[in-house]
C-alpha cells in the first residue's frame, strides 16, 4: 500500500540559508500535519492542512511557512535557517480528522542538518 | 488542551516476556483516538494501535494490544512475547479534532 512520500530524506544546509521539504500523503488523504522532533524529544506540532487550507498551527516559527497544493501534496519552507532548526521533520497524512479514525501515518521523516 | 503522560522513561524486558508501556492522558473533547507509535533508531514513526474513546472493545494488533481504561484516562499497550527488534521508542499520542499530542516516550530495551 501507497505511504506517505517525503523528500529530501536527508539535507544539510549553512545558517541563514532557506531549505523546502515536500510531503507526499497517502492517495485519498485531504488532510496533512508538519511536526519537528529534536533530538531526544518528542514531536512537535508545526501546522496542519485539510482540504488545502490551513486548519490549526502550533510552534511554528514566523520563519518558517507553508502550504498544501491542489494535488494535496504539501510543502514546509524554512527561511533564515538556524542552529536549533536541525531536527527530524514529519509529514502525516490523514483522511478528514485522523484523529478520530485512526487512519493517521507518518512518512519516514526528512532529516535537516544545519551547519 | 490535551496532555499525554508517560511516566517510564526507560524499560526493560527479556526476549518472549510480555511488557506493558504506560500512558495517561487528559482531555477536555468528547471524541478522541489514543495512537501507539514505535519509532526505531532510524527514525521513522511506525503506526502500532490505535483507540477511539467510544470504542467499545480494547484494541488489538498481532502481539500489540491497547488497555484501554476510559475512567482512568489511562491507554497502555501491552506487547505479548517481546522480539529484539521491538527494541525501540514508544510514543503514546492522543488526537481530538486535529492535531495529535506526544507523550515524552518510553525507551523500550530487549534483551536475549
Known amino acids: ?115 | 488542551a490535551q496532555k499525554i503522560t508517560q511516566t517510564q522513561p526507560g524499560m526493560f524486558v527479556q526476549e518472549k516476556e510480555a511488557v506493558t508501556l504506560d500512558c495517561t492522558y487528559d482531555t477536555s473533547d468528547p471524541s478522541y483516538g489514543l495512537f501507539w507509535y514505535k519509532q526505531p533508531s532510524s527514525g521513522e514513526m511506525i503506526f502500532l494501535i490505535y483507540q477511539g474513546s467510544y470504542d467499545q472493545q480494547n484494541a488489538t494488533e498481532v502481539r500489540y494490544s491497547l488497555n484501554f481504561q476510559k475512567a482512568r484516562k489511562s491507554a497502555n499497550l501491552v506487547i505479548s512475547a517481546s522480539q529484539l527488534g521491538d527494541s525501540a521508542m514508544y510514543f503514546c499520542a492522543m488526537g481530538g479534532y486535529s492535531t495529535l499530542t506526544f507523550g515524552k516516550g518510553t525507551m523500550l530495551l530487549v534483551s536475549p
Open chain 1, 1 to 115: 500500500a501507497a505511504g506517505v512520500i517525503q523528500s529530501p530524506r536527508h539535507l544539510i544546509k549553512e545558517k541563514r540559508e532557506t531549505a523546502t521539504l515536500k510531503c507526499y500523503p497517502i492517495p485519498r488523504h485531504d488532510t496533512v500535519y508538519w511536526y519537528q522532533q529534536g533530538p531526544g524529544q518528542d514531536p512537535q506540532f508545526l501546522i496542519s492542512f485539510y482540504e488545502k487550507m490551513q486548519s490549526d498551527k502550533g510552534s511554528i516559527p514566523d520563519r518558517f511557512s507553508a502550504q498544501q497544493f491542489s494535488d494535496y501534496h504539501s510543502e514546509l519552507n524554512m527561511s533564515s535557517l538556524e542552529l536549533g532548526d536541525s531536527a527530524l521533520y514529519f509529514c502525516a497524512s490523514s483522511l478528514g480528522f485522523g484523529s478520530n479514525t485512526g487512519e493517521l501515518f507518518f512518512g519516514e521523516g526528512s532529516r535537516l542538518t544545519v551547519l
